[in-house]
């Protein structure tokens, strides 16, 4: 079992809309709505791979049991905590095909309480015993502890679990007190946790090497385009990418997170697990929807991906 954790869950809106611009009205002939955030887009990435998953995290209100109708209408396994007061959050992303442009508007969240935070850490420490990886995914909502991932990832630990850590600004840097087995910042994410310049030839490998010293086992930081860089104490791998006609970023490292953590529970040796990883990110972003991915893509992809040992 792998369980994702997402604590700001939301409910996505996509829309395509060419020639979008600002003081102008936009007639959406089409748009999407799906469960969101990014430990759901992993677990529903996680499903098609064929690894068995339950998501977590918190909802709230009509919004989140529309995110619980949705995924269970995805045969996705969802054990959620449902908070008091608020609703679940919406994200909306506006992609413009014609300028290639993609634009977000995302909420904050409801806030979590105590009686909620500690309904929270009760459900991680049941559902780690049965999972081999526990996936912590995204920002924290108002009313969560700064340092809340490593406390999460302590107890996960505890309890026999391998932890993923995907998180940014704060919530990362705290979140690696907690040892994680795996940290997949994006280059920007990585690059601010470190304090420099994303610019630098070499911001990618100073980077890891500083998550590294902060607690993380193994560091893959996503560049986009350019593959990915892969460290750990004893090697380092560069992970490069086939030209591929993208259409959407959006869940594109949610997914990779996926892939990782998939082959890793299915025993795969380090460079054929960023070679999934990698092939499962690019295909997500062959699609609008985030964390959908199709099985012959990844494959496919996977041909044209190479690991190389630096």
């Avoid at 040892?179 to 690059?191: F, S, T």
């Amino acid at each position: 079992m792998i369980t994702t954790v997402t604590l700001n869950a939301a409910v996505d809106k996509i829309y395509t809309v060419a020639g979008f611009g600002l003081n102008a009205v936009h007639r959406i002939e089409g748009g999407l709505t799906v469960p969101g955030g990014k430990g759901v887009n992993a677990a529903r990435v996680i499903r098609t791979l064929g690894q068995p998953v339950r998501a977590t995290g918190f909802v709230a209100g009509h919004t989140g049991r529309l995110l619980i109708d949705g995924l269970s209408a995805e045969g996705v396994s969802a054990d959620f905590i449902e908070t008091a007061y608020g609703e679940t959050r919406l994200a909306i992303t506006v992609l413009d095909p014609a300028a290639r442009t993609q634009t977000e508007l995302i909420e904050s969240g409801p806030t979590v309480g105590p009686l909620e935070l500690a309904a929270l850490r009760r459900k991680i420490a049941t559902l780690a015993e049965d999972s081999a990886w526990v996936v912590l995914s995204g920002s924290l909502p108002p009313g969560c502890p700064s340092d809340l991932y490593a406390e999460l990832c302590t107890l996960a630990k505890e309890r026999g679990a391998r932890v993923a850590l995907d998180a940014s600004g704060e919530a990362l840097r705290l979140g690696l007190r907690g040892k994680p087995d795996l940290v997949k910042p994006n280059e920007d994410e990585a690059a601010r946790f470190a304090g420099i310049d994303a610019t630098r030839p070499d911001a990618a490998e100073a980077a890891a090497s500083q998550l590294l010293e902060a607690g993380a086992q193994l560091a893959v930081i996503s560049l986009g385009a350019r593959g990915a860089l892969a460290v750990t104490r004893d090697a380092r791998y560069r992970v490069s990418l086939p030209d591929a006609d993208i259409v959407s970023a959006l869940g594109s490292g949610d997914a990779m997170v996926a892939g990782l953590v998939s082959g890793a529970v299915a025993g795969l040796e380090l460079p054929a697990m960023l070679r999934q990883g990698a092939a499962c990110g690019t295909a997500a972003a062959l699609h609008a929807m985030a964390g959908k991915i199709e099985l012959q893509d990844v494959e496919c992809l996977k041909q044209g991906i190479t690991v190389t040992l630096v």
